[in-house]
């Protein structure tokens, strides 16, 4: 069975969650002070925080979502990597510095650090929380993924593990803590990958048995997985209940059908020699149908596909990006749409942009930025080739796009998978701490000052944030739950969009529009915010992924939001501004 637990992996579990916990209780000492607990007293060196940033950055959609998506579709997942990348030019040239020289502890501080304006920290606290939890959800159906395979439990009990340790880390130690965490973690993802992405390459490409010169071609082929899910839950795999034998489990799948010369194996390939290798040959994809029953069961049928590897290697293979070749203007639309959210989103992501605030200076900030960059676009490079690695070594999971890496991890043995997987849970707990301190400094710092209309002490604002810390934990839990079945990357596209509408207009034009004034910038915050979530709730995706209803009945015409909620941002915060001006007497 696929995800049977082995001692190794749970010993090397443990040890990864006792370290990470040892480091918390180590830097509390730093939480005593709001300064401490929301910004690690400033004093993060440049590098760490850089490394940091990566490790924040570098989420379960980034591991998990985007090697499932090229797994399971081939070049389509690394758009992301190139979307998400391309968002920190607009962070390095535009953000960085004067976000450290506006703000002190939250990204409402930038905003209102020129009007002093309750408004603005409401509704920039607001737009937080909502991004957050929207980024908390891929986050923790990213950890539930990852515990079944190494613990062998359920997805609920993976996601509620994760909650419970990242509110433990947050609770103890608040940003210091936090960036530490991040820091090693982000180190050892972009080792472990590496050298991962190298055992992809000394193994090479292997053409599978079932298609070797004597075998049966046409019975491999028809091989089909079936899932049945009866009307009260039960999952019924392959004609057996999930669970009660090894054989009442899916089939480990995924592998190279015909290499280029007749060859049945390739050796070892450099980079380059893979992917061109791979372009020359064949490989069976899987796909699927759902039909309802009559019983009130649903049945889903696994069934193969040879596809050539050219194919693989092109864009607009899978829905998402269907748009790429779609004759269909939404589906252009949808794809533009998307890149768009991902360039404009990382700027406006506040537990990035929170991060600014952990180091001394300007030309601190702009230099872990730099670093950041140089980690992150290493790391995206290694998606590919794991993302390739997973579809043709014989180890995918056909119901779990999310599984791709840390099973082609178990096909290369069980001491990689441990730390893969290990790696890839603490990458879960770095971004997720990080998404909680925003969220508890936002209510501490922001929302809690606004309603109550006085300063708040140093002690008063932490125990605030630690309680708002539990609070958005166990609501994180809960959502991650609910969305177990959604892939992790299509899920923060959502929050990338929510992210960019809300809060990157108004950041943009108080940073180069004197003109802008509080009102413009607490409407477009909340114009943005509305907008976006609002066409997320009506898309046909939400409609058949969320509700269960027919996709044609969705009231938007695409799915994702930014090309139409991001420009309405902008033309928002220019249009009150002006309607302003006068009133507030801002020049």
């Known amino acids: 069975m696929i995800y049977e637990p082995s001692k190794i992996a749970v010993s090397v579990f443990l040890l990864f969650v006792a370290v990470t ?42 591991f998990l979502g985007i090697c499932g998506m090229i797994a399971f579709y081939g070049y389509d997942g690394f758009l992301y990597s190139i979307g998400y990348l391309a968002g920190w030019i607009v962070a390095l040239f535009v953000i960085a510095e004067p976000i450290r020289r506006l703000g002190k502890f939250t990204f409402a501080d930038a905003l209102d650090s020129k009007f002093k304006s309750r408004g603005i920290r409401l509704s920039a606290a607001v737009s937080t929380l909502v991004v957050s939890l929207f980024y908390l959800i ?22 509620s593990i994760v909650g419970a340790v990242v509110v433990l880390i947050v609770v103890t130690a608040g940003m210091a803590s936090t960036t530490y965490v ?92 893979f992917l061109s290798t791979l372009q020359q040959s064949e490989v069976v994809l899987w796909s699927s149908a759902t039909k309802a029953e009559p019983d009130g069961s649903t049945l889903t049928t696994y069934s193969q596909r040879v596809v050539p590897g050219a194919e693989i290697l092109r864009p607009g293979n899978s829905p998402t990006f269907k748009g790429v070749r779609s004759e269909r203007i939404q589906d ?50 290694l998606t590919l080739f794991l993302g390739l690695g997973a579809m043709t070594s014989g180890a995918i999971d056909v119901t779990n796009s999310n599984m791709a890496a840390p099973l082609l991890a178990r096909s290369m043995g069980e001491l990689l998978f441990a730390m893969i997987s290990a790696i890839a849970f603490t990458t879960v707990l770095g971004t997720v701490s ?8 936002a209510v501490a710092h922001d929302l809690a000052e606004s309603i109550v209309r006085t300063p708040l002490t140093d002690h008063e604002k932490i125990r605030i944030a630690k309680l708002a810390a539990v609070v958005v934990g166990v609501l994180a839990m809960a959502l991650g739950i609910l969305f177990e079945k959604m892939n992790v990357n299509f899920l923060v596209g959502w929050a990338f969009s929510v ?15 004197k003109g802008t004034t509080r009102q413009g910038i607490t409407t477009a915050i909340l114009v943005g915010m509305i907008s976006s979530l609002t066409w997320i709730l009506l898309s046909e995706d939400t409609f058949r992924d969320i509700y269960g209803l027919n996709p044609a009945d969705a009231w938007v015409p695409f799915s994702q939001p930014g090309i139409v909620t991001i420009p309405l941002g902008f033309a928002t915060v220019i249009l009150v501004s002006l309607l302003t001006k006068e009133r507030s007497g801002e020049s």
């Open 21 to 62: 916990l040892a480091i918390s209780f180590r830097l509390g000492a730093q939480a005593k002070s709001s300064q401490g607990y929301f910004a690690a007293g400033g004093g993060i060196p440049w590098f760490v925080n850089g490394i940091a940033f990566a490790g924040d950055y570098l989420s379960a959609a980034s």
């Open 332 to 381: 252009k639309l949808n794809f533009l749409s998307l890149m768009l959210a991902l360039f404009c989103g990382t700027a406006s992501l506040p537990h990035i942009l929170i991060r600014y605030y952990t180091v001394k200076d300007q030309a601190a900030a702009r230099k872990s930025t730099v670093v950041g960059i140089a980690s992150i676009g290493f790391f995206y490079v």
């Open 138 to 159: 891929p986050q923790m159906v990213g950890a539930g993924a990852l515990v079944k395979p190494l613990l062998g439990l359920p997805h609920w009990a993976g996601v």
């Open 499 to 513: 992210a960019a509408s809300a809060n990157l207009p108004s950041l943009i034009m108080l940073l180069f529009w």
């Open 182 to 273: 991040q820091f090693l973690k982000g180190s050892l993802l972009v080792l472990f990958s590496g050298w991962l992405t190298v055992l992809i390459l000394q193994r090479g490409l292997v053409v599978d048995e079932r298609y070797r010169p004597g075998s049966s071609t046409t019975d491999a082929l028809a091989a089909t997985q079936t899932l049945r899910v009866t009307a009260d839950g039960e999952r019924i795999v392959n004609g057996l209940p999930q669970g009660e034998s090894k054989d009442a489990d899916f089939w480990p799948v995924g592998h190279i059908s015909k290499l280029p010369d007749g060859k049945l194996e390739t050796g070892p390939l450099g980079p380059l020699e």
């Open 434 to 441: 990080g998404l909680i301190v925003a969220s508890s400094g």
